[in-house]
């Protein structure tokens, strides 16, 4: 792919046509400003990111980043009615300079967040309370390890972000329609409730204690019984009947933490490959969302099913050499798989080295063309 073929001629009074995909916008135009967004990207979801085409890797498409040609300040009218909120990485005082015209009203405008050029400081510009720029600020700084800037006097609540929250570490929701009187339920300091089963630790973000109307749990259970006005649910599973009480008024995110090892015979379909998938995930009552890897043998790293299945799902595809496949302790080695492979089993060891433990929740099944195996990673 060349970088004519996907950027945006910025032309003298041309609002450029974008490709809005996700509520923020990531804006770069130096050597070192595309590091950071390229890294913020895989670090922070729902964010799409552009660049100058000169930084052109070739990966863009696949990766659906955008570039442009000519200067960043005609890129801005089309970012700025298109965006929940802008994370720019250029200078602060030429970044007011291009958005000062744009200004209309801090209900409407953006949340604007400036990076750096060494991503060693993230600032709230723009909308920080309304538009959330605060609390994008603190979110982009964790996932970068950056050192957040706010500097608005009143910015003393210092709480969770529901629409942000665990964003850093790739999480996703399962329905948008409860984050605004979630959110609400927050902002209010009501009895609120955070149920994590499984993800990251490490989503307190502030300097200071939770405070005591929010509550952690490790069990559905026991935040059912404290009856919180609102809930926070962070697990990779369905939820059962029982427990849906919580979604009265409660969001449920998903973790990257399932991890699935994929074998399969030479051009078996994504179709088939995905069905798999779908029903082990099913039996195990496991959501799809919260899948973060696909784990094979090298031998695999161009079968073209697999390939199209982690591109649709948005999933990392890891494989592994046959030598280090062999050094993982398994249940039932296979000759004949070592005949064709090279390696005594495909999905269970992969899946082993990837989470790096050494129970797996399915060791390994097969249906039709497809091994499948299941593990977990623990935080």
């Known amino acids: 792919m060349t970088s004519q073929a996907t950027s945006i001629p910025l032309a003298e009074g041309v609002i450029p046509a974008i490709q809005q995909r996700s509520d923020y916008a990531v804006v770069a135009i130096t050597k070192h400003g595309v590091?950071?967004?390229?890294?913020?990207?895989?670090?922070?979801?729902?964010?799409?990111?552009?660049?100058?085409?000169?930084?052109?890797?070739?990966?863009?498409?696949?990766?659906?980043?955008?570039?442009?040609?000519?200067?960043?300040?005609?890129?801005?009218?089309?970012?700025?009615?298109?965006?929940?909120?802008?994370?720019?990485?250029?200078?602060?005082?030429?970044?007011?300079?291009?958005?000062?015209?744009?200004?209309?009203?801090?209900?409407?405008?953006?949340?604007?967040?400036?990076?750096?050029?060494?991503?060693?400081?993230?600032?709230?510009?723009?909308?920080?309370?309304?538009?959330?720029?605060?609390?994008?600020?603190?979110?982009?700084?964790?996932?970068?390890?950056?050192r957040p800037v706010v500097t608005t006097a009143s910015d003393v609540q210092k709480t969770i972000a529901v629409d942000?929250?665990?964003?850093?570490?790739?999480?996703?929701?399962?329905?948008?329609?409860?984050?605004?009187?979630?959110?609400?339920?927050?902002?209010?300091?009501?009895?609120?409730?955070?149920?994590?089963?499984?993800?990251?630790?490490?989503?307190?973000?502030?300097?200071?204690?939770?405070?005591?109307?929010?509550?952690?749990?490790?069990?559905m259970q026991d935040a059912i019984d404290a009856e919180p006005n609102a809930s926070l649910i962070i697990t990779h599973r369905l939820l059962q009947p029982e427990e849906t009480v919580l979604l009265n008024n409660g969001v449920v995110y998903r973790p990257k933490v399932i991890v699935l090892g994929i074998g399969c015979n030479r051009g078996t379909s994504a179709e088939e490959i995905q069905s798999v998938i779908h029903e082990t995930l099913l039996e195990l009552q496991f959501s799809l969302q919260s899948v973060k890897a696909v784990c094979s043998i090298d031998l695999k790293k161009d079968e073209v099913g697999m390939l199209d299945t982690c591109s649709r799902y948005g999933w990392d595809f890891i494989t592994y050499t046959p030598d280090q496949l062999n050094r993982v302790d398994i249940e039932a080695p296979s000759d004949t798989v070592f005949k064709y492979t090279g390696a005594y089993a495909v999905s269970e060891p992969a899946v082993k080295l990837y989470t790096g433990n050494t129970q797996l929740i399915v060791n390994k099944r097969k249906s039709g063309n497809v091994t499948i195996s299941v593990g977990m990673l623990h935080y």
């Not at 942000?164 to 996703?172: I, P, S």
Request: with cysteine; aromatic share 8%; glycine share 8%.
């Open 35 to 146: 590091e950071i967004a390229r890294r913020l990207q895989s670090q922070f979801t729902n964010a799409d990111v552009y660049y100058m085409s000169k930084f052109c890797r070739g990966d863009e498409e696949q990766r659906s980043i955008q570039m442009f040609e000519g200067s960043v300040r005609l890129l801005f009218p089309a970012l700025f009615p298109a965006y929940k909120g802008l994370i720019i990485i250029i200078s602060l005082g030429a970044v007011v300079r291009m958005i000062a015209p744009l200004l209309e009203d801090k209900k409407k405008d953006p949340a604007v967040v400036v990076i750096d050029d060494r991503g060693e400081h993230v600032i709230s510009v723009l909308s920080g309370h309304l538009g959330g720029a605060n609390e994008l600020t603190h979110e982009v700084a964790a996932a970068i390890g950056a």
């Open 164 to 219: 942000l929250f665990g964003r850093r570490f790739g999480w996703t929701w399962d329905a948008a329609d409860k984050l605004t009187p979630v959110s609400a339920s927050v902002v209010n300091e009501e009895r609120i409730a955070v149920v994590q089963e499984s993800g990251e630790r490490q989503w307190w973000t502030h300097d200071r204690q939770m405070p005591d109307h929010i509550q952690v749990f490790e069990r």
